[in-house]
């Protein structure tokens, strides 16, 4: 089972950007569908976007469509999150998870990095 450990959140302006990185242990990384999450103050954590095991597919949620673009590196058992257009209700603790093939539900999970847009 992989280990996951995001970075590169941060202060950032509306209208700024940010790009988070999730880096996984382990020699499986390449078979986990890659997700990120968010859950800001008071809110429940709600999904982000995924990534198929080959990058072959992508899945967004509508508010960040065309702002955010989720990619990973199998070579560097990375998945990012490059988070253009930021605005302040992105405010939100930022997760990164794994789920394995046939899963329903994403079993691993990273501490979560703090994004903070301001207005």
């Known amino acids: 089972q992989v280990q996951l450990v995001e970075s590169g959140g941060g202060l950032v302006q509306a209208g700024g950007s940010l790009r988070l990185s999730c880096l996984a242990s382990?020699?499986?990384?390449?078979?986990?569908?890659m997700g990120w999450f968010r859950q800001a103050p008071g809110k429940e954590r709600e999904f982000v976007a995924r990534?198929?095991?080959?990058?072959?597919?992508?899945y967004y949620r509508d508010s960040v469509k065309g702002r955010f673009t989720i990619s990973r590196d199998n070579a560097k058992n990375t998945v990012y999150l490059q988070m253009n257009s930021l605005k302040p209700e992105d405010t939100a603790v930022y997760y990164c998870?794994?789920?394995?093939?046939?899963?329903?539900?994403?079993?691993?999970w990273g501490q979560g990095t703090q994004v903070t847009v301001s207005s």
């Open positions: 998870a794994a789920k394995e093939t046939l899963a329903t539900m994403y079993s691993v």
């Open positions: 382990g020699s499986t990384f390449s078979t986990y569908t």
């Open positions: 990534i198929s095991q080959r990058s072959a597919t992508t």
